[in-house]
């Protein structure tokens, strides 16, 4: 008995290791970060000395705020307008670089140059890229005669969030298109030889063979993707700060004024926990719909 309990345990042996590191680096600073969401921090009288409790004050007041319901609307439309265009893109770079046999690696490698660039730079690239008086877009728009004057990307609300979807489609469609290329060579040949056999044409291989095949990856890029532009900072601030008019003031950047330019670091504590709490909600639907086949299979 002692020995079947031992080895039913000595996997979680192993795990321990890693469970306590991630005890330490995740559950202590969001513990840490709820109870000073809890009170209301004096800076002066230093860290943790003198804070009064003013329990879920915070919260109430951010869920009130129409600046922060306002940058949890422009980080959701941030979100579902990059992802769709920026897997659309990868898919269709993806089954490009699937059928391209010589120099792929080649054509990979050049390929996750944008997503290995760092978000600062990356910023500061198309800030000056979509520059109103000398940046690349309007001038190559000018030559073409697409536009009769230069257009005030950064200094316009609805042209400012092009910008912003723009660059942040550049940055995240190597990550999508290298993990899509990995599960297509991960399809078997076998089933689009049957599928031909039966007489599907290529539109119908694709939505009855690729796509169904596909299914687990491109749940795990949309997920991956969605924490991370929810999450996304140094990209918007570096481009426009939030601005014009806060129409590109996203969730980090709401926190970061909140705590760093306002001081008030219990009620930024108290916004980066309804943040997280929201990554959590989003993630358990995507993990849901991941693995909703593999729960059906094992009740059958």
């Given at each position: 008995?002692?020995d079947?309990?031992?080895?039913?345990?000595?996997?979680?042996?192993?795990l321990?290791?890693?469970l306590?590191?991630?005890?330490?680096?995740?559950?202590?600073?969001?513990?840490?970060?709820?109870?000073?969401?809890?009170?209301?921090?004096?800076?002066?009288?230093?860290y943790?000395?003198?804070?009064?409790?003013?329990?879920?004050?915070?919260?109430?007041?951010?869920?009130?705020?129409k600046?922060?319901?306002?940058?949890?609307?422009?980080?959701?439309?941030?979100?579902?307008l990059s992802?769709?265009?920026?897997?659309?893109?990868?898919?269709?770079?993806?089954?490009?670089?699937?059928?391209?046999?010589?120099?792929?690696p080649v054509?990979?490698?050049?390929?996750?140059i944008?997503?290995?660039?760092?978000?600062?730079?990356?910023?500061?690239?198309?800030?000056?890229?979509?520059?109103?008086?000398?940046?690349?877009?309007?001038?190559?728009?000018?030559?073409?005669g697409?536009?009769?004057?230069?257009?005030?990307?950064?200094?316009e609300?609805?042209?400012?969030?092009?910008?912003?979807?723009?660059?942040?489609?550049?940055?995240?469609?190597?990550?999508?298109?290298?993990?899509?290329?990995?599960?297509?060579?991960?399809v078997?040949?076998?089933?689009?030889?049957s599928?031909?056999?039966?007489?599907?044409?290529?539109?119908?291989?694709?939505?009855?063979?690729?796509?169904?095949?596909?299914?687990?990856?491109?749940?795990?890029?949309?997920?991956?993707?969605?924490?991370?532009?929810?999450?996304?900072?140094a990209?918007?601030?570096?481009?426009?700060?939030?601005?014009?008019?806060?129409?590109?003031?996203?969730?980090?950047?709401?926190?970061?004024?909140?705590?760093?330019?306002?001081?008030?670091l219990?009620?930024g504590?108290?916004?980066g926990?309804?943040?997280?709490?929201?990554?959590?909600?989003?993630?358990?639907?995507?993990?849901?719909?991941?693995?909703?086949d593999?729960?059906g299979?094992?009740?059958?």
């Open positions: 008995m002692n079947k309990i031992t080895k039913q345990l000595t996997p979680y042996y192993f321990l290791p890693a306590l590191v991630l005890l330490v680096v995740i559950l202590y600073p969001v513990l840490s970060n709820f109870i000073m969401s809890l009170h209301k921090v004096r800076l002066l009288k230093g943790g000395q003198g804070d009064l409790f003013i329990g879920f004050s915070h919260y109430a007041k951010l869920l009130g705020s600046a922060f319901v306002s940058s949890m609307i422009v980080s959701l439309r941030f979100t579902l992802l769709p265009i920026a897997f659309v893109l990868g898919l269709g770079m993806a089954l490009i670089f699937n059928e391209i046999k010589k120099y792929r054509f990979t490698g050049c390929l996750l944008p997503w290995a660039i760092a978000p600062v730079v990356t910023g500061y690239m198309w800030r000056w890229l979509f520059h109103d008086s000398f940046g690349l877009i309007n001038y190559g728009l000018l030559n073409l697409l536009i009769e004057s230069n257009i005030p990307w950064l200094a609300p609805n042209t400012a969030m092009v910008a912003a979807i723009t660059a942040n489609v550049w940055r995240f469609m190597p990550y999508i298109t290298i993990m899509l290329l990995a599960g297509l060579q991960g078997s040949t076998e089933l689009y030889e599928a031909q056999v039966d007489g599907a044409n290529i539109i119908q291989r694709f939505f009855n063979v690729t796509l169904p095949q596909l299914r687990n990856v491109i749940g795990v890029v949309f997920l991956f993707a969605t924490i991370w532009m929810v999450n996304d900072f990209l918007i601030f570096i481009m426009t700060e939030g601005g014009p008019a806060r129409a590109t003031e996203v969730v980090p950047i709401t926190i970061y004024r909140i705590a760093f330019e306002h001081l008030k219990g009620r504590a108290a916004a926990l309804i943040l997280l709490v929201f990554l959590l909600f989003m993630s358990t639907i995507f993990i849901r719909m991941l693995f909703k593999r729960e299979n094992r009740v059958a």
